[in-house]
């Protein structure tokens, strides 16, 4: 959990240290970072769905 917080820690610092040097770059490289945002929302929220699920019981049918 930590190093989640630390990967988001460090991508929030890069971004904000970029951003005003290089606004133009910004502009076309923002889309893919709201890509890369929803897609680990969605990869996310799938792996919490399966560690929440129980896993299917093995029955025996002999």
Request: proline share 8%; charged share 10%.
């Amino acid at each position: 959990m930590l190093a989640g917080v630390l990967l988001k820690m460090g991508t929030y610092g890069f971004v904000r240290v970029l951003l005003p040097d290089t606004p133009e770059g910004m502009t076309v490289f923002a889309p893919y970072l709201a890509a890369f945002a929803v897609v680990g929302v969605i990869y996310g929220s799938l792996a919490c769905l399966a560690l929440a699920r129980p896993a299917p019981r093995a029955t025996s049918s002999g």
